[in-house]
């Protein structure tokens, strides 16, 4: 009897939509390359630079009058910044985000118009805004309360909304055969349900803004940014140090109570 060997399978070669894409890519990488006058080389050549930077700025200065104390009162300022630009913005990502979810929503006309209004604000960076109170009501930590709660109610709002659209649709279903209205149905089964998640998502920001506020005392906006800015402006290189080593434990805090409080509320 004779037994028949199977034919190797033959060898795929990638579609030319495949090709195509791959092409794409390499040739995306090689613009962003020449763009960006990305060059090891100069990276190389300019290793003196860094560490002559490195034999200014360590160790750093802990002197407690004039560097540590102020950056650690800065540090609160930061944090503050951050809290109340998270805080201020839940009424109104929340409206916004139950306006945004196909299970909350009025209509089609509120669901675009909230999804138009939470992209505009997330779309504008907390910098951009910024900027655009410190003009109006001048430099200070206030401007940067503002600017973190026009940015963070987009994103927020975003995140809250696709966390209610995807909650279980039985107690939904559930109520609206009963005849609720939808402010019952989201009072009652959306936000309950989803609620774990929202608070999550809350914390997440949360953790965000007080790195975003660091960001925004570069642009005037108080904080510890605005020391570190000040800092590098008089090319004080050890203090700037300084001031990165208590944001660097600030976020840790910040970072570790999240984790906590999100491992509470799963638990």
Known sequence: MTVTTPAPPRRRWPSPLALGIVAAVVALHVFAWNATGFSPAALVQGADGIVGFFAEALPPDLTWDTVLRPSLEAALVTLGIGLLGTTFSVPFALVLALLAARATTSGPAAYQVARSVLSFLRSVPDVVFALIFVTAVGLGPFAGVLALVFHNTGVL???????????????????RVHGASRVQVAAHAVLP????????????????????????????????????NQSIKLFRFDEMVTHILVVLVLVIVVDQLSALIRRRIGA
Do not use: C, H
């Open 157 to 175: 709002g975003k995140l809250w909304a696709e966390a209610m659209e995807e909650t279980d649709l039985g107690p939904r279903d559930a109520l």
């Open 193 to 228: 349900t989803a609620l774990p998640q929202l608070v999550g998502l809350l914390l997440y920001r949360f953790d965000v803004n007080v790195r975003s506020s660091l960001v925004l005392g570069l642009v005037g906006a108080g904080g510890i940014g605005f020391l570190i």
